[in-house]
């Protein structure tokens, strides 16, 4: 009985090593679980605009006030008329300087993040008076240019706003960066983001049109523009020219007047409650 015993344990280690010497008999090694990959909207640092930055600014909060309601109507109107046509990109400008092309600009980004579904970029193409980043309150530390250039990755300088705006702004402009909206890099790094944060609008405040040849040379990477003139100091002839001479090489999407100081007689600020 005691020699049986024997070689039954003598039979089972030479299957162990057998076993062992055989890679095929082998249980593989359980490594590391893979890493779940983090989208580019995760990447994004989270900011909050000072709330009395943005009322100082005159960016609504909400669609309470007779603004908001204004920005509301052209946000939800803009949506539908890109929808239709299969637009994703839209410019926004201005004849000249001082009509306030960056804070409808700013208003309708805010409108935009306000909605319960949807995604929306918002990006400061003026590279040579960059005042988006003032109006909502950000202190970018490198600038718009760095990103179209490919010195810096969208995902680190960008940030977030309520989780489903992402900001590229600049706090202050460069001259060696003047022409970055002619090059194909910026080209490709727009196609990029777009690729890479698929949000279903992408806005764009532009430099005004009579002060430079940049909204000409971006024209081609836009779907459509808005122009944004001032009442009482946008003439009907600069509206015309800036329509006439950007529907050659885009859409016209409206044209918004800005600085409006009365109400439409059938507008009801009380509503809703």
Same mark, same amino acid.
């Given at each position: 009985?005691?020699?049986?015993?024997? #070689?039954?344990?003598?039979? =089972?280690?030479?299957?162990? /090593?057998?076993?062992?010497? @055989?890679?095929?008999?082998?249980? &593989?090694? +359980?490594?590391?679980?893979?890493?779940?990959?983090?989208?580019?909207?995760?990447?994004?640092?989270?900011?909050?605009?000072?709330?009395?930055?943005?009322?100082?600014?005159?960016?609504?909060?909400?669609?309470?006030?007779?603004?908001?309601?204004?920005?509301?109507?052209?946000?939800?109107?803009?949506?539908?008329?890109?929808?239709?046509?299969?637009?994703?990109?839209?410019?926004?400008?201005?004849?000249?300087?001082?009509?306030?092309?960056?804070?409808?600009?700013?208003?309708? #980004?805010?409108?935009?993040? =306000?909605?319960?579904?949807? /995604?929306?970029?918002?990006? @400061?193409?003026?590279?040579?008076? &960059?005042? +988006?980043?003032?109006?909502?309150?950000?202190?970018?530390?490198?600038?718009?240019?760095?990103?179209?250039?490919?010195?810096?990755?969208?995902?680190?300088?960008?940030?977030?706003?309520?989780?489903?705006?992402?900001?590229?702004?600049?706090?202050?402009?460069?001259?060696?960066?003047?022409?970055?909206?002619?090059?194909?890099?910026?080209?490709?790094?727009?196609?990029?983001?777009?690729?890479?944060?698929?949000?279903?609008?992408?806005?764009?405040?532009?430099?005004?049109?009579?002060?430079?040849?940049?909204?000409?040379?971006?024209?081609?990477?836009?779907?459509?523009?808005?122009?944004?003139?001032?009442?009482?100091?946008?003439?009907?002839?600069?509206?015309?020219?800036?329509?006439?001479?950007?529907?050659?090489?885009?859409?016209?999407?409206?044209?918004?007047?800005?600085?409006?100081?009365?109400?439409?007689?059938?507008?009801?600020?009380?509503?809703?409650?």
């Amino acid at each position: 009985m005691e020699r049986l015993q024997v #070689a039954v344990q003598e039979a =089972r280690e030479r299957r162990a /090593r057998l076993t062992e010497a @055989d890679p095929r008999t082998r249980t &593989p090694a +359980l490594g590391p679980e893979p890493e779940t990959p983090v989208s580019p909207w995760g990447k994004l640092s989270s900011v909050t605009p000072p709330r009395r930055r943005l009322l100082r600014g005159r960016i609504f909060l909400n669609a309470r006030a007779p603004g908001g309601v204004a920005i509301d109507l052209l946000r939800t109107r803009l949506l539908k008329l890109m929808a239709s046509n299969g637009w994703k990109r839209v410019m926004i400008t201005s004849p000249n300087s001082g009509c306030g092309k960056t804070n409808v600009c700013a208003n309708l #980004a805010m409108a935009l993040s =306000r909605r319960p579904e949807g /995604r929306a970029v918002l990006i @400061d193409l003026d590279v040579f008076r &960059p005042s +988006l980043a003032g109006t909502l309150g950000l202190n970018p530390t490198t600038g718009v240019a760095d990103v179209l250039t490919g010195r810096v990755a969208p995902s680190d300088q960008m940030v977030s706003i309520g989780g489903n705006l992402a900001v590229c702004a600049s706090r202050s402009a460069h001259p060696e960066d003047a022409n970055v909206l002619k090059t194909r890099k910026a080209r490709e790094v727009l196609d990029e983001i777009e690729r890479d944060f698929a949000p279903d609008i992408m806005l764009f405040d532009a430099p005004p049109f009579f002060g430079t040849d940049a909204v000409i040379a971006a024209s081609d990477m836009v779907d459509c523009v808005v122009i944004v003139g001032a009442s009482g100091e946008s003439s009907i002839d600069q509206l015309d020219r800036t329509e006439s001479d950007l529907s050659q090489y885009t859409n016209i999407a409206g044209i918004v007047l800005n600085k409006c100081r009365y109400l439409a007689g059938d507008s009801d600020a009380a509503y809703p409650q």
